[in-house]
């Protein structure tokens, strides 16, 4: 088994929630450690964090962060940051240390922008990389890794943009910049009838199937956690589910069956890009990635190894 099959096995899986195609399993587990760091937003609400290009000049696939707080700060995979010279999601999750600065490795979004909108960057309220997009981030940078663990955890930005560009086209949302956040912008009122049919659950993590399907999944350490995320979570996956919409379907696959492929897929481990431990998983089944702190999880993303296809 791999070093997150010792968080995945004591996993209780709860009763699904249910709205037209998709379903939401709550996941809880037992931790007996403090929450020791912010969330980006709650961080960004106490003034304690600035995100900024690099340079005067930029480079695509890496921003910087300025941390002037007490504690680290999650950063999640697939969170967007909004603004300078065009808009970036992150491609993996991470800790920030305390009162540091630290470049991190993101994908590009808004192709058709290279100039300043504003100085700084903020976390997109409405937008994220969606489950595909995600996924695809995910399997890039864990097969780069692989080939060479000096690759500083960049993901694929062609593949990226293919996929915004797909996205764009699939949901007929125009964006004069090819910008993902256009996509969820333009779906916002479908995404809202998802997100109110769900209540957030007082749960550590949760797994998602649409049409019927398991497709993945996200685990935290702390409720607390889950709770601060749960509006982008829920888009994530919901801009797939309405992209792929059914009539409402009931799971057909199951989520322990899931689970236990993610806890015997193969896995390598690096260095993190800031505080702990970076675990790539990879199996025929389920692919992933963990973040593992002090020996800790404090953030898996799970995804099914089919994605969406049947």
């Given amino acids: 088994m791999n070093q997150l099959a010792t968080f995945l096995t004591g996993i209780a899986i ?47 696939p890496t921003l910087s962060v300025h941390n002037t707080g007490a504690l ?33 490795p993101v994908s590009c979004v808004e192709r058709g922008r ?50 915004v560009d797909r996205k764009i086209s699939s949901h007929g949302t125009p964006s004069p910049t090819s910008a993902l956040k256009d996509v969820y912008d333009q779906t916002s009122d479908q995404l809202k009838e998802y997100l109110d049919a769900f209540a957030t659950p007082e749960a550590q993590g949760v797994l998602v199937a649409i049409n019927g399907r398991i497709v993945g999944g996200d685990l935290f350490d702390h409720a607390e956690t ?8 829920m888009r994530i996956y919901a801009l797939d589910a309405v992209e792929h919409k059914t009539e409402a379907a009931e799971p057909t696959a199951d989520a322990k069956q899931f689970l236990e492929s993610a806890q015997n897929a193969k896995d390598e481990t690096y260095d993190s890009v800031g505080l702990g431990k970076d675990v790539r998983l990879t199996s025929d089944q389920v692919t992933g990635s963990g973040l593992l702190w002090d020996d800790k999880l404090i953030h898996a993303s799970l995804f099914s190894a089919q994605g969406m296809n049947a």
């Fill in 226 to 233: 889950l709770r601060t995320l749960w509006p982008k979570l």
């Fill in 72 to 104: 680290p700060i999650l950063l999640v995979v697939g969170e967007e940051l909004v603004g300078a010279k065009q808009n970036r999601v992150l491609n993996t999750s991470l800790l920030v240390p305390a009162t540091s600065d630290l470049e991190i």
């Fill in 14 to 60: 709860g009763q699904p929630q249910a709205y037209h195609n998709m379903q939401v399993y709550p996941l809880h587990i037992q931790n007996g450690h403090d929450r020791k760091y912010r969330t980006l937003d709650e961080a960004m609400n106490a003034k304690e964090v600035e995100i900024k290009e690099v340079s005067e000049g930029g480079r695509v």
């Fill in 114 to 163: 290279w100039s300043y909108q504003s100085r700084g960057f903020t976390p997109s309220g409405t937008s994220s990389s969606h489950y595909s997009l995600r996924k695809a981030q995910t399997e890039s940078v864990t097969a780069r890794m692989l080939v060479n663990s000096d690759a500083h955890f960049a993901a694929d930005q062609s593949a990226v943009w293919r996929e």
